[in-house]
């Protein structure tokens, strides 16, 4: 057990009546007494039996072993007849007994920090019997102080801070120390402070340890950080005393005592006129002593003459005012500036100074020097609108600029070529007035941001630039068309009224108000039996059927020309065909997308005949592979041997001369002139169907019904034909002329043209003459299978 423990124990004892300084017994009744008693008829008292100590103390550190006290029974008659035996805390190690005599003596040297207590336990035993004469006694041995261990700092180290200009007496922070001697006993653990260094600013309570101010009013500014010193000593500091010291550190914090200075009353900065907004023209610095928040401070401006031009703002680091432009600067209008600044304090306590002494002001002067400057235009930026149908030489706006500086130089105008690649625009370059040189489309380029540079004509030469931005106006000219290539059909069996297609435009115009179409059918005495248009004036049109039972049978394709009208002023309108198929459906109305499942379903044939079919049709492939194979074969082989024979011979140029009866003597001139003629070359089979030449010019007339000979579409599929046949190297001389002819538009019961007749042929049908014939050209070379008809 520790000392803490066995305490109470002791103070318990302490407090029983002549247990200090005299003996203590504990009586027992001896059981041979109370046999002997009973066999005499217990008339007799029995005898009492002790145990006789007195208060058992060792001195700490002692290394001598000693006799410290001693037990004994009151029964014990000097005989040596009892035996004292010891157990407990440190018997045997830190204590013995005397078995015959019951002295305690002392084994080694003990600590009072380690253990201050010991409990023991004593008996004491009949040597011949082993019979114990006396009961087990607990007894106590405390280990007695000395001073052996020097007092300690605790919360090491010791660091605190207190404001400024703090009062005398003001509480700075409490050392402590302790002792681990007994502080029950003794002055050993008792300590006392003082100072060693730190006076006359801060003194200690001697038995507290607390550092108090001793020196009113300490300025910061004047010193920061003081070092206190501070001593301990135990047995309130007489002989033989141990002491430790420890260091204090004290801050002082700052307060705001102090209000900002300028240390000059003018400052002077210079700035060029063309300087822009937001330079800075210079810093000033107003100085505090104090520190961090306290020495916080914000500058403002009192102009004397111009309020506005100038700006100050405070650096948060630095604290500095820095003075920056506002607004342009113009040495022709004001070149001198004189402006008061003034600093305060963002944080004013009033206990310590007055409220006007934590400002200050003073005086700052700027100069604008001259500086020679570019052409300065009306307006940042021009912005006008022009109709797209505007002629060429029409005025749009005109910009303007000058020189603001005192010799006011002419100034000229041009437009950059990056800004205007097409050179739509084109500007005066003497008064900027911008007019159109070029046709304008809106829906080309509806905005045009033109680049207008302004240049002196004398001195530096310099220029400054403006943007333009010219919106082009629209106008109603150009027509409507379907917003996409429609592919209608109509399902074998559609009754009368069913919807097939819903149909929608677009216009490339873009009207105020929106685009409004209307749909509408081709103006006839006639009705289409077969389809209507309804116009759901949501600019969008749905195409009906009229009869029912379509079939493809009877018909596969329908042709439905539509007109559409915008809403534009005037109102334009253009004509398109849709082509409706007939389609045999699948049962959910799904018309499949074409080629052999079209056909497939439209004869009614099952998957399994489709796929053997197929399978044919590929080995029919194969076959005329190879078929073409073993005839290229023997062809090449001809021709090898045509070759070989060729070599030997001797070719003469032949010419045909070509003359016309009764043609005159210019004819038979002309014709005694030789014409070689082109070689042949073998060229593939190449056969013109007068299916596609038909399809072609039809397609191109269902465009528009505006179309017509005078047209740019009509002239371009012309012009088309005849670069496809001049181009063609395998086309020999025709002996006869086509023409082409514009048939009209608008016929409901279709083309009447000779196109459409498969036995039509101009070299042969046209009519006879009675002059010469002409003779066709025959090959020199080569075999009749060669020719090429068309």
């Known amino acids: 057990m520790d000392g803490c423990s066995v305490l109470p124990m002791v103070i318990m004892i302490s407090i029983m009546p002549g247990f200090l300084g005299s003996e203590l017994r504990m009586s027992r009744q001896d059981p041979r007494d109370s046999q002997q008693s009973e066999a005499l008829g217990g008339s007799r008292p029995r005898a009492k039996r002790d145990w006789i100590w007195k208060q058992l103390f060792v001195e700490e550190e002692d290394p001598t072993p000693k006799i410290i006290g001693q037990l004994k029974s009151n029964f014990d008659k000097g005989d040596f007849t009892i035996k004292y035996i010891l157990s407990g805390e440190g018997a045997g190690e830190a204590f013995t007994i005397d078995e015959y005599t019951g002295d305690i003596h002392t084994l080694k040297s003990l600590d009072r920090e380690e253990k ?62 302790t002792d681990a001697d007994d502080h029950m006993f003794g002055n050993n653990a008792k300590l006392i402070y003082s100072i060693l260094q730190g006076e006359p600013y801060f003194s200690v309570e001697p038995k507290t340890g607390i550092i108090v101010t001793s020196w009113s009013n300490m300025d910061r500014e004047a010193s920061e950080q003081y070092l206190v010193v501070v001593q301990v000593k135990d047995k309130l500091g007489y002989s033989g005393a141990y002491s430790a010291t420890t260091t204090v550190t004290i801050t002082l914090t700052d307060v705001n005592d102090n209000g900002p200075t300028f ?18 023209v210079g810093r000033v610095m107003a100085e505090d002593a104090d520190i961090g928040v306290n020495a916080r401070m914000n500058y403002s401006l009192d102009d004397l003459e111009e309020s506005a031009t100038f700006r100050v703002q405070t650096d948060p680091v630095t604290q500095e005012g820095i003075v920056t432009l506002a607004k342009p600067l113009d040495y022709e209008s004001k070149r001198r500036f004189a402006i008061a600044i003034e600093a305060i304090n963002d944080h004013v306590d009033t206990r310590f100074l007055s409220y006007n002494e934590f400002r200050d002001k ?32 029409t005025q749009v706006g005109t910009v303007y600029a000058r020189d603001t500086d005192a010799a006011n130089n002419p100034i000229r105008y041009s437009t950059s070529a990056s800004s205007d690649l097409r050179k739509v625009f084109r500007i005066d370059p003497n008064n900027g007035t911008v007019s159109v040189a070029k046709p304008l489309d809106r829906e080309t380029a509806a905005w045009h941001n033109l680049t207008v540079t302004a240049k002196e004509t004398k001195e530096n030469q310099l220029s400054s630039t403006v943007s333009v931005v010219i919106k082009v106006l629209d106008i109603n000219d150009n027509i409507p068309t379907l917003s996409q290539d429609y592919q209608p059909y109509v399902c074998e069996g559609t009754q009368a009224g069913e919807l097939i297609q819903m149909i929608s435009a677009v216009d490339a115009d873009d009207p105020m108000e929106g685009h409004h179409f209307y749909f509408s059918m081709v103006p006839d005495k006639h009705i289409n039996p077969n389809f209507t248009i309804r116009d759901n004036q949501d600019n969008t049109a749905s195409i009906l059927t009229r009869r029912s039972t379509f079939t493809r049978r009877d018909r596969v394709l329908y042709h439905l020309p539509v007109v559409i009208m915008d809403s534009g002023s005037p109102a334009l309108s253009s004509t398109s065909t849709l082509t409706i198929s007939v389609c045999a459906c699948q049962p959910a109305g799904h018309c499949p997308s074409g080629g052999v499942e079209a056909l497939a379903l439209s004869m009614g044939l099952s998957t399994q005949t489709l796929l053997g079919l197929s399978v044919c049709l590929i080995m029919l492939i194969v076959l005329s592979l190879l078929m073409l194979a073993v005839w290229r074969h023997r062809k090449l082989a001809q021709q090898k041997l045509a070759a070989q024979e060729l070599d030997t011979e001797e070719y003469h140029e032949k010419v045909v001369h070509y003359a016309e009866a009764n043609a005159g003597q210019d004819a038979a001139v002309s014709s005694s002139q030789p014409v070689p003629l082109r070689p042949h070359p073998r060229r593939r089979e190449r056969r013109l169907r007068r299916e596609e030449v038909t399809a072609s010019i039809r397609m191109s007339l269902r465009h528009s019904h505006l179309i017509g000979p005078e047209d740019e579409v009509f002239r371009q599929f012309i012009m088309d034909r005849l670069a496809e046949a001049d181009e063609d190297p395998y086309v020999p001389p025709f002996d006869c002329l086509r023409s082409y002819a514009f048939e009209g538009t608008g016929s409901l019961t279709g083309s009447l043209s000779s196109l459409e007749s498969s036995t039509f042929d101009p070299c042969v049908d046209r009519p006879r003459d009675s002059g010469q014939r002409f003779m066709r050209l025959t090959l020199w070379q080569g075999a009749g299978e060669d020719e090429t008809s068309f």
Do not use: C
């Open 116 to 177: 201050a207590f010991y409990v023991l336990q004593a008996r004491a035993i009949d040597r011949s019997t082993g019979q114990p004469v006396e009961t087990e006694s607990e007894f106590i041995i405390k280990v007695q102080d000395i001073n052996d261990n020097a007092p300690e700092f605790k919360n090491e180290p010791y660091v605190s801070s207190i404001p400024e200009m703090s009062p005398m007496g003001t509480t700075v922070i409490q050392v402590t120390a």
């Open 263 to 280: 240390q000059h009353n003018l400052y002077t900065f210079a700035l060029a006129e063309s300087a822009p907004v937001g330079t800075t």
């Open 362 to 393: 003073t005086m700052i002067k700027i100069l604008v020097t001259d500086v020679d400057e570019p052409p300065i235009f009306s307006v940042p930026v021009f912005e006008w609108k022009v109709p797209e149908n505007a002629p060429v030489g």
